[in-house]
Nanobody, 124 residues
Framework: QVQLVESGGGAVQVGDSLSLSCAVS????????MGWFRQAPGKERDFVAA????????HYADSVKDRFTISRDNAKNTVYLQMNSLKPEDTAVYYC?????????????????WGQGTQVTVSS
């Protein structure tokens, strides 16, 4: 069974940066797309970013485009989310997810394993 463990969340100020990591167990990490989603209190889980099995063709939500960067290291079974120029509306629990397929798609139904989440809080 695949396990995903996020790390790197925390409390920061507006304009700061944070880097999230997600370590994934299992030998098939490099076969699947990976993604990041987030959920703010009282809201649905929203797509943030996704990356294909090879690291190509990243997808981003419009709200984070040009501020966030998703990347992966298949040798380390790890996916990253670099978050720059953080805003209060970025405050949420961030979840790492493993895709069902090699190519990235921006929908939670296309992901079948989830981490426990890491809290990101941005204050003004």
């Amino acid at each position: 069974q695949v396990q995903l463990v996020e790390s790197g969340g925390g409390a920061v100020q507006v304009g700061d940066s944070l880097s999230l990591s997600c370590a994934v167990s299992g030998r098939t990490f490099s076969n699947y797309a990976m993604g990041w989603f987030r959920q703010a209190p009282g809201k649905e889980r929203d797509f943030v970013a996704a990356i294909s099995y090879s690291g190509a063709s990243p997808h981003y939500a419009d709200s984070v485009k040009d501020r966030f960067t998703i990347s992966r290291d298949n040798a380390k079974n790890t996916v990253y989310l670099q978050m720059n120029s953080l805003k209060p509306e970025d405050t949420a629990v961030y979840y790492c997810a493993k895709g069902r397929n090699p190519q990235a798609v921006p929908h939670p139904d296309d992901f079948d394993s989830w981490g426990q989440g890491t809290q990101v809080t941005v204050s003004s």
